[in-house]
Structure formats: structure tokens, C-alpha cells
């Protein structure tokens, strides 16, 4: 990642790399929510967890203590489902109730909640309830909406060193989460309160901290689901002693399961079957029967109006989902249609996108080959009975062609997010798009189910239990790519690794090789701006970096780079208005106030550089840059102990291959502040 130009006081400008709340709106109370019941709201939602590794749930090689207890004291639901095997399409169809073709988060990056949705969240911020949010993801930012209702949203992953590549890591222990999950709940005063907590350690890495590493040893997914048991242990015995068992409602269910290689998948978002699409769904407190089970399907969707119900409300009209709570007494509710789909293949990998209806008892996959499973005969779906059902097919291609209107095809635009984000998600696994882009989802495309010798290549090449070296794991990306030339995401993959070896001239070829197959997008012209900056081609970098800005305007980092590459050419002028935008679409940005901070010494204006310095620093200490230049303007204004601690922190995080010329110099400026 380039970073900023950095000052120091010798005369000249030393060249080095560069390093949104949602508002709440009171409203009128409707009728669906005039009345609740002032009942504390846990929400637990447990990332990738396959209900059949649960001892709840008949699995008796682990132990989940906690959650069997739960389930003693309230419902258990046995044929639970997602509506989406993907963490922000699946929560966002949880908490407002509705399918992703309505609430419109349709993929792990390129998405937003809109604003205008009413997610539980917001629901009981507006009827008094305190707020309070703790994920333990970056696929969960607050950036892509998923805050709209809380007051408090805690997605501060933690860093690690100098993270050069993303600034902190891509997601958070379990226990970290709870602690701070824990400590939000001793300060609250007695309101009622909603609290959600993500925990996330059972999706890929499986690295369980070690007691349940050995205890586990040769499971370690479900070493992480044991652990994340634990975690849960803590959170409900704080949740306990703030209030009386009847005063509380807790949930807890999962966002989608694991495929851990059935049918060809190695993780999730790829395939519609169950093995990735039924999900634990736990639910205890005031109102509800202790040790229920209810054998019927439901739905993530059915979780809001089920809540509000027990609330003493009414599902909103907007809303997709059903109220459940007939279900805890054996009455038959009208949740035997599921909608399901995955739009992942199609906008990261090029290939077909998949949807899906499941009841009872069939489940019908569209694609380019559909398929049609008997789940009462073959709930493993491993016979595709199709031609067997013709009867079947229809009706419930019919139904799912009903849930998707317009014909039963549609299009989506994407969003991108910054760069950093990118990173994230793809040290996740996650191959997202990399800018706005138009999709007809109309079903065009490679079948999933006939690559499924490239997701062989990729789990290979990329899984972290069985780490490859990086000459085997880049042929095995090439080897990929040559299979799936189309594929935009091999290329930067491919690249990435290529990058990271030093092989700078072999990623830049790949990359130009990318634009002759029609795979155009801002993120390859970032990465060929900044292989061209590597080589001192700072006007070719200028260029692609003002492509990579026409694609993606809101790839803050990408804009960053480019007005960093404008004031080392000398353009202050462009410089600052893109310093400005970028601050103007992101205040926190720590790295747009280093850059105004630049631009303010240029025009001899101290003050003003001092406090751009100042909110920079204060916005992400770990920005070593400011930090100097910082240091720098103390030292100028005669502020010799505001200096040293800039100049120490600065020494303390700064990279020594990366400010090798630099770190010299700052020492001995430290040394004369002594």
C-alpha cells in the first residue's frame, strides 16, 4: 500500500511512502411498536456455525455446555435456514425481516445497508431502549450500514505491529469481544437495553486458543466452536446478574454454516445446499417454553417479527418474515418457502449466480444446470432427482421467479469499499468485486457446480492449515487462472502473491494481461499505478490512479495515493482538492489530514498543519508519518517534550526497511531534544 510524503525540516520534502455514525431519528410511534414490553434483548450471532457440530443438536464429539443449557431453557429450532450463506446478506435479512432482494445486501463487499431501512436496531432505539453493538469482523464495519440503530457499535479490530498493509487485523477473539461486550453492560443504569454481540472464531482460520487446539487436535473447527461456547458461558452469566432471568429475551443463531468440502466447497458462499444454509437457532427468556424443539422450517427472516412479538408488539408491515412464537405450542406457522440465494459466484468469480427455494422438503436450485434434492430421502443432497419431479420443479420455479419478480431476473450495482476493507476481506477468504459494476443476475455464467476443480486449486493454494510454499502456492493460482481465464479475481490473487515475493515486473504484465481479457475494474488500475510508482513512472501512476479514482470515487485509498503522487510531482493545487475529498467522504481519515497537514506547510500556514497533524495522530497514532511531521512542527514552535514523544512514537512503529533513510535522521533530531 503507498503512503504519504513525509516532511522533514532539512529544507526540503523527504520522499517516502504514504501511509460515519448513522444518525438517529426519533419518530412517531407506530402501531406495531407502541406497546413492547420494557425486556432486555441479547442477540448472539455466531459466525460460519454448522448446528450439527452442536451437542444440542446431536453432535456428541464436542462440548457446548452453554448453548445445550440455553436450549434447556427455551426453543430450540431444528430446521433453521439462512437466507444467504454469507455473513452481511444473512444479518441484514435477521435483524429487518426481509429477503436480500428487498433490504438490498446481496454480497460480503460492494453492499450497504440503506439508510432508510428499519433494522431491530433502530426499532427499539426509537421506543427507549439503550443500544449497543459489539462484531468481532471487519465484514461487519459500520461503513456498510449495519450500525443504523446503535448507539454504541464497537469494530475496532485489533492491531498487531505495523500493520503496513490494512492498519489492523481482519477480525477480533472472541474473548475480546465479550470482555468489551461485558464492560458496556456494567454501565448501564437500567433501561432496557439491546445488546447484539458477533463472535466470529469458527470460520476459516480454525485456530483455537491452545487448551482447545489439543483438546481438539484433530478437529480444529470445532475446537472454535467449543471456545466460542465458552465465551457465550461469560457473556450470559454477566447478562444474569444485571437482571432477573424473566426480564430478559436471549437469542442466539448463526449467520450460515461450513461446507468443510461437501459437494466441492471447502467454506461457504458458492453453493446453495445445507451443509452452508441451516443454522442453529436458539431462543430463552420471559414468555418462551423451556426445553421446546420445533421440527418445522424457519427462517433468519422470521427471527424480527418473532422478537417484536414477544416484545408485546407486531411484526411491521414491510416485513417478510412470519411471528414463530405459535410454533413454541405446535401450531403450524407459514414459513414452509425459503428463499435462498448467493450472488458471490457471479460478482467475484465471473461465474453463474445461484437462488433457490426450499420447504419441507425439496430444495430447488436454480442454475445453469438446476437441481432439485428430496431432503426427507437425501438431506446430504447428493441425488439430483430433476427429471424425476417435473411436477415439483415447475411449482417451485414458479415460487422463486414470484420472490424475485421482474421475470424472475434482475440487476444489482455494486459499491465498493476502500482498499483497506478489500484487504481484509480477502485475508478472510472473501474474493469481492473491486469497483461499481452493473450485474444482470440472469443466471449467464459458468455453473458453479462445473468449477469446482478451480475452488480445489484455490482451498490448496490458500488454506492456512496447510500453508504451501510460496512457489507451489503461486503455480497452483497460475495453474487456476490458465483453467478460468475469465475469472477477475485469479488475477488479483495471482498478482498479490506475485507482489509479494518481489516479482513486480511479472504482477504488472499480469495485470495488463488482466485488460486484454476485458477485466477492467479500479482495483487493477490501482495496483498498476502503484507497480508503475515503484519503478519511478510517477505520470503513469498518475494516470492509473485517476482511472482507478473514474471507477471507484469512494476507494478513499486509492484517492490518497493519487494526491500523494500529485504533490511529489509538484501539483499542490490537485494535490489539496483531492486531500480534501478525500476528508470531506471520510473525516476520520487519518491518513487526508497528513496530507492537508502537507499541503498547509507549502503555504507556510504552521497553525493550520499543526492541527491537521494533530486530528491525524489523534485519529490513528499508528500513522508514523504524522506522527514525525508532527514531531517536526513541535520542534519548530519550541515544544521540545511534545517532540520527543512524537519522534519516539514514530521510532517505535516505524517500519526499518521502509524508512531506512529516514529513521537515521529522526534519531538524531531525538538525540539534540535531550
Not at 65 to 71: E, I, M, R, Y
Not at 427 to 456: A, H, T
Not at 607 to 613: D, K, V
Not at 650 to 673: C, D, G, M, R
Request: proline share 6%; with cysteine.
Amino acid at each position: 500500500m503507498l503512503r504519504g510524503t513525509v516532511l522533514f525540516r532539512f529544507g526540503c520534502l523527504v520522499e517516502a511512502a504514504l501511509l460515519a455514525s448513522c444518525t438517529s431519528h426519533k419518530s412517531a410511534q407506530s402501531p406495531e411498536t407502541a406497546h413492547l414490553q420494557p425486556l432486555n434483548v441479547l442477540v448472539v450471532t455466531i459466525d460460519t456455525l454448522r448446528p450439527d457440530h452442536l451437542h444440542c443438536y446431536g453432535y456428541a464429539n464436542i462440548e457446548t455446555p452453554n448453548l445445550d443449557g440455553l436450549a434447556q431453557r427455551g426453543v430450540l429450532f431444528e430446521n433453521a435456514v439462512a437466507q444467504a450463506p454469507l455473513t452481511p446478506p444473512s444479518h441484514a435479512s435477521i435483524f429487518t425481516g426481509q429477503y436480500p432482494t428487498v433490504h438490498h445486501v446481496r454480497n460480503t463487499g460492494g453492499f450497504i445497508l440503506p439508510s432508510s431501512s428499519r433494522p431491530l436496531a433502530r426499532i427499539l432505539q426509537e421506543q427507549g431502549w439503550d443500544t449497543a453493538a459489539f462484531v468481532s469482523s471487519a465484514v461487519l464495519k459500520k461503513v456498510i450500514g449495519f450500525n443504523n440503530g446503535f448507539a454504541v457499535y464497537d469494530d475496532q479490530m485489533p492491531r498487531q505491529g505495523n500493520k503496513e498493509e490494512f492498519g489492523e487485523d481482519a477480525e477480533r477473539r472472541g474473548g475480546d469481544t465479550v470482555d468489551r461486550a461485558v464492560h458496556w453492560l456494567s454501565t448501564q443504569s437500567g433501561k432496557p437495553y439491546f445488546l447484539w454481540v458477533h463472535l466470529y472464531d469458527p470460520h476459516l482460520p480454525y485456530d483455537p486458543p491452545d487448551f482447545f487446539k489439543q483438546k481438539y487436535r484433530e478437529r480444529p473447527y470445532d475446537g472454535e466452536i467449543a471456545y466460542t461456547d465458552q465465551q457465550l458461558g461469560r457473556l450470559l452469566e454477566a447478562v444474569g446478574k444485571k437482571a432477573p432471568v424473566g426480564k430478559t429475551i436471549i437469542a442466539v443463531l448463526s449467520d450460515h454454516g461450513e461446507s468443510l468440502s461437501e459437494h466441492g466447497e471447502f467454506t461457504h458462499g458458492v453453493f446453495l445446499y445445507d451443509a452452508t444454509l441451516r443454522i442453529p437457532f436458539l431462543i430463552a427468556g420471559a414468555g418462551i417454553p423451556a426445553g421446546t424443539r420445533v421440527k418445522q422450517q424457519v427462517r433468519s427472516i422470521d427471527f424480527l417479527p418473532t422478537l417484536l412479538t414477544l416484545l408485546g408488539g407486531k411484526p411491521p408491515a414491510n416485513i417478510q418474515g412470519v411471528n414463530l412464537v405459535p410454533a413454541f405450542s405446535g401450531k403450524a406457522v407459514d414459513t414452509a418457502i425459503s428463499y435462498e440465494e448467493t450472488l458471490y459466484p457471479k460478482l467475484a468469480l465471473g461465474w453463474a449466480e445461484l437462488r433457490g427455494i426450499r420447504t419441507n422438503r425439496w430444495k430447488y436450485i436454480r442454475a445453469p444446470k438446476p437441481e432439485l434434492y428430496d431432503l426427507a430421502q437425501d438431506p446430504k443432497e447428493t441425488t439430483n432427482v430433476l427429471q424425476q419431479h417435473p411436477a415439483e420443479v415447475e411449482r417451485l420455479s414458479a415460487q422463486l421467479t414470484d420472490v424475485v419478480g421482474n421475470g424472475g431476473s434482475e440487476k444489482v450495482e455494486t459499491k465498493m469499499v476502500d482498499e483497506r476493507q478489500m484487504a481484509q476481506l480477502r485475508s478472510l477468504g472473501y474474493l469481492s468485486g473491486f469497483s461499481p459494476q452493473e450485474y444482470d443476475l440472469n443466471g449467464g455464467g459458468p455453473d458453479p457446480k462445473d468449477q469446482v476443480g478451480i475452488l480445489k486449486l484455490l482451498y490448496e493454494a490458500e488454506n492456512p492449515a496447510a500453508p504451501l510454499p510460496e512457489a507451489r502456492r503461486i503455480a497452483l493460482l497460475q495453474q487456476a487462472l490458465r483453467e478460468d481465464p475469465n475469472n477477475p479475481s485469479l488475477y488479483h490473487q495471482v498478482g498479490g502473491e506475485l507482489e509479494k515475493t518481489g516479482r513486480y515486473a511479472e504482477a504488472l504484465r499480469l495485470y495488463q494481461t488482466a485488460l486484454q481479457h476485458g477485466v477492467e475494474n479500479g482495483r487493477l488500475h490501482s495496483r498498476i499505478a502503484d507497480l508503475s510508482l515503484r519503478k519511478g513512472n510517477k505520470d503513469t501512476a498518475i494516470a492509473e490512479y485517476e482511472k482507478a479514482a473514474q471507477f471507484n470515487p469512494s476507494d478513499l485509498e486509492s484517492q490518497t495515493n493519487l494526491a500523494t503522487a500529485y504533490l511529489e510531482k509538484g501539483r499542490a493545487t490537485d494535490a489539496e482538492r483531492v486531500f480534501k475529498f478525500v476528508v470531506a467522504s471520510d473525516p476520520d481519515s487519518a491518513a487526508g489530514h497528513n496530507g492537508l497537514g502537507l499541503i498547509a506547510i507549502q503555504k507556510r500556514d504552521m497553525p493550520s498543519a499543526r492541527t491537521e497533524f494533530e486530528k491525524a495522530v489523534q485519529i490513528d497514532p499508528d500513522l508514523v508519518e504524522a506522527q514525525m511531521n508532527l514531531g517536526l512542527i513541535y520542534e519548530m514552535a519550541g515544544d521540545r517534550a511534545r517532540a520527543r514523544t512524537c519522534f519516539e512514537a514514530f521510532l517505535a512503529k516505524a517500519s526499518p526497511k521502509q524508512y531506512a533513510s529516514i529513521i537515521p535522521k529522526v534519531k538524531q533530531e531525538l538525540a539534540t531534544l535531550q
